[in-house]
């Protein structure tokens, strides 16, 4: 089963992470599915049917009146066709699953979120046939409507094999917590701001074999976050991933992001601020492939997106780039590496190793600000600020033309019409294979 799968990976996983302690410990549920199917709450027992107008009330019914007066059971939604206008949070219950086969499509326009689970423990949400879905229709309400899942303080839980299309605003929310895992997900936003695909902050958290299209982060750490592992992320047209916004009394450390391949976009990776405390440390990106990005490594802590936090920055430190191959669209216009550190705030250790980011147009440079390490323009020592210095590139020896993956997109999705729902894909990162099948290759759940 798809538990005892990740549980070897993960085990490997921590035995050869001796520099960077990424994870902890076990993450996901502590029990199997099959501990959760002593009884099977299926919606169409608590007032919805396929075709329902609203799905909402007998999504909390089954939870409330079945869930949780039945340890080690599933809400179950079956594979068809739903409408959602009431929103939902399910807030508690030990030791059960949410398999969720069918597609719920928004229809209602109140913001906040369709789905919230908070206070969980041991809990699973997948869906069984590797097609279960929620459709957001984002392009009826842009950035007025509501974001499609949030996992609020819960601990020893997944998400996979899910669908997560065109959300008003984020699409996947993990608010603290900890010992969570995330895999097996294909996201769809639109071409536009406020689109986020995974924005994730908590304790020892495990993010795997995810594809995100949109315009704004692919899957991003917020503040708090400690121990995180990232891995096989492939943002497909995309704002690319990041580490922000941060702002003041920011807490991140022992973050390991690897194997991240990135098409077309904003950026390869950003670490972004502006003003701000707290820290930023500990951190490693390996293994970045990158093709036709706007930005390669950008460390930007004067983002001007951003409103000014108060205090002299947030500390950068001790955080490693190793193995980047890839090319930006305008190297002199957006620099494939970047490291405006704030003056108040200088980064110190920052080192670059195996870095090979190039321009598509043959000419490029590079700039640092109070930023000291190895490699680059950095300098040095650990100092105080100096002003920005641009430099001149040449091409690395080390850079290639980097593999693709088949289902590229050559653009992102309009913001004024639909987007389909896609099937999700077996491959994230050109040459590494997924870590855990999906569910729909593994075993056949029903009712």
């Not at 040095?380 to 040449?394: H, N």
Request: aromatic residues 8%.
């Amino acid at each position: 089963m798809a538990l005892s799968v990740s549980r070897v990976a993960l085990a490997l996983l921590l035995a050869t992470s001796a520099t960077y302690a990424q994870l902890t410990g076990s993450v996901g549920p502590t029990t199997p599915l099959s501990s959760k199917r002593n009884k099977i709450c299926s919606v169409l027992d608590y007032g919805g049917s396929v075709g329902s107008s609203d799905i909402g009330p007998a999504i909390g019914s089954a939870f409330t009146n079945c869930v949780l007066k039945n340890s080690g059971s599933t809400l179950y939604v079956p594979p068809g066709n739903y409408n959602m206008q009431t929103w939902q949070t399910l807030t508690g219950g030990t030791k059960w699953a949410f398999q969720m086969d069918g597609v719920i499509t928004r229809t209602a326009t109140t913001g906040g979120h369709m789905i919230v689970v908070e206070n969980a423990t041991d809990f699973e949400m997948y869906s069984s046939n590797s097609a279960g879905a929620i459709q957001g229709n984002g392009y009826q309400c842009r950035n007025a409507g509501p974001r499609l899942l949030r996992i609020v303080t819960s601990t020893n839980w997944s998400v996979h094999d899910l669908i997560f299309v065109d959300s008003p605003e984020f699409h996947i929310v993990v608010q603290t917590g900890s010992n969570g895992e995330l895999y097996n997900l294909a996201i769809r936003g639109t071409n536009l701001g406020g689109s986020d695909g995974i924005d994730i902050s908590g304790n020892n958290h495990w993010v795997h074999d995810v594809e995100v299209t949109n315009r704004d982060e692919c899957v991003t750490v917020k503040s708090p976050a400690s121990n995180f592992l990232i891995e096989n992320i492939w943002c497909n047209q995309s704002g690319g991933s990041a580490i922000g916004s941060l702002g003041t009394g920011t807490a991140i450390e022992n973050i390991v992001y690897k194997n991240v391949y990135t098409n077309g976009g904003n950026q390869v990776f950003m670490i972004k601020s502006n003003g701000g405390s707290g820290y930023v440390r500990n951190v490693l990106f390996q293994n970045f492939l990158a093709r036709g990005t706007a930005y390669g490594l950008n460390v930007n802590q004067y983002w001007s997106d951003e409103t000014t936090a108060s205090g002299n920055g947030v500390q950068l430190s001790n955080i490693q780039f190793e193995n980047w191959d890839g090319e930006v669209v305008d190297g002199v216009q957006r620099p494939p590496i970047q490291f405006l550190c704030a003056d108040g705030a200088p980064c110190t250790g920052m080192t670059l190793s195996n870095v090979n980011m190039w321009s598509a147009t043959g000419k490029a440079v590079m700039k640092c600000e109070s930023a000291y390490g190895t490699g680059a323009c950095l300098k040095s020592g650990s100092g105080g600020s100096y002003a920005a210095t641009t430099v001149s590139m040449t091409q690395p020896a080390g850079y290639t033309n980097p593999p693709s993956l088949a289902g590229d997109l050559s653009q992102g999705f309009a913001t004024n019409s639909p987007i389909p729902i896609p099937t999700i894909p077996s491959t994230y990162y050109p040459g590494v294979p997924q870590i855990s099948p999906l569910a729909k290759n593994k075993f056949v759940l029903t009712s």
